[in-house]
């Protein structure tokens, strides 16, 4: 069993920037790939970010390459996701998610996790 606790949601205006953290207990945290998605109001789940369990390999959806960073810190069992220059269309609720694989690899279907967090807000206002 592995408990996900997303934080750093929150309202900002476009251009800026936000930080979130993703929690993780239970399970031995560095051994796993993670990923971050997000849902739009009347929208499917869709895929933003993954790293490999190290870290060492990323994945990103082409809407947010080169705004959005993901970063894991085995030590502290949390992996965060850097969003600058943030756009209104990228409103969401921000789910981190972990597939409990010792594959080295990324994914990027919603299908191959495991286990979910809550999710956090984010609002990007115009």
């Known amino acids: 069993q592995v408990q996900l606790v997303e934080s750093g949601g929150g309202l900002v205006q476009a251009g800026g920037s936000l930080r979130l953290s993703c929690a993780a207990s239970g399970r031995t945290f560095r051994s796993y790939p993670m990923g971050w998605f997000r849902q739009a109001p009347g929208k499917e789940r869709e895929f933003v970010s993954a790293?490999?369990?190290?870290?060492?390999?990323?994945d990103y959806a082409d809407s947010v390459k080169g705004r959005f960073t993901i970063s894991r810190d085995n030590a502290e069992n949390t992996v965060l996701l850097q969003m600058n220059s943030l756009k209104p269309e990228d409103t969401a609720v921000y789910y981190c998610a972990v597939k409990l694989t010792t594959s080295y690899s990324v994914w990027r279907s919603e299908n191959d996790y495991d286990y979910w967090g809550q999710g956090t807000q984010v609002t990007v206002s115009s």
């Open positions: 790293c490999s369990r190290s870290g060492s390999m990323t």
